[in-house]
């Protein structure tokens, strides 16, 4: 994929983050690994505190393991270094996204994690989202909590706070985002209706298989 082709995709995904109502305002961030740089680790981010309806794709920012700008005068998102420790720790991750979602977010606040209850949970995700230790926005803290909670998964939740999800591509993130919001939702569901069950323990095996044999590497 060409970096303008690159900038277009997380232009598009952001914007349909919004729409879907996952964040409000101007909050959370998605980003792309850029593999043409030569510069371990660096990526292209969104900026910070601008609204998502008029982004363009030359507002976004490449940084590298700094976080500073390779090129251009951008302020990358607030919430760069956990992209950054995500980057750092899963070089299969091509993506990350992060959201504000409000039953992600119930779950973190309650501190409980999102357990096996759906099928595709543990296909597309990995099995069940922890709750991250608590870090404040933006420390490093935060971004070891959140990459030590994430493991081998595709999505991490952060309390007080919201969600972070890692794919190969930013409309991939975008897809883990928005099941993890509706899977949140029917747990939370599940629970005031008597309690959400956990699927069979022989399905979550096979089902983690599947999981690891697609985000095995190809190479
Ligand atoms: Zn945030």
Redesign the pocket.
């Known amino acids: 994929m060409s970096y303008s082709e690159e900038r277009d995709q997380l232009v598009t995904a952001v914007q349909e983050m919004d729409r879907l109502g996952l964040v409000s305002g101007t909050?959370?961030n998605a980003s792309v690994r850029l593999d043409t740089t030569g510069i371990p680790d660096a990526f292209l981010v969104t900026p910070a505190a601008l609204p998502y309806p008029g982004m363009t794709p030359d507002q976004l920012v490449p940084v590298n393991d700094d976080l500073e700008p390779i090129e251009g005068g951008g302020t990358p998102s607030s919430?760069s270094l956990l992209h950054l420790a995500i980057y750092r720790a899963r070089k299969d991750v091509g993506a990350v996204m992060?959201t504000?979602s409000v039953f992600a977010t119930a779950l973190g606040v309650a501190g409980r994690p999102l357990p096996p209850i759906v099928d595709e949970l543990t296909v597309y995700v990995g099995g069940q989202v922890e709750v991250a230790e608590y870090g404040f926005?933006g420390s490093e803290e935060l971004a070891q909590a959140g990459v030590d909670a994430l493991g081998d998964r595709r999505a991490v939740l952060i309390p007080h706070?919201?969600m972070f999800a890692v794919a190969d591509t930013v409309a991939e993130a975008l897809r883990v985002c928005a099941l993890v919001e509706r899977v949140a939702q029917v747990f939370v569901h599940a629970e005031a209706i008597g309690g959400a069950k956990e699927i069979p323990a022989e399905s979550f095996e096979a089902e983690r298989l599947m999981y690891l044999a697609r985000t095995e590497p190809s190479d």
Do not use: V
């Open positions: 909050s959370g919430e992060h504000h926005p706070h919201g």
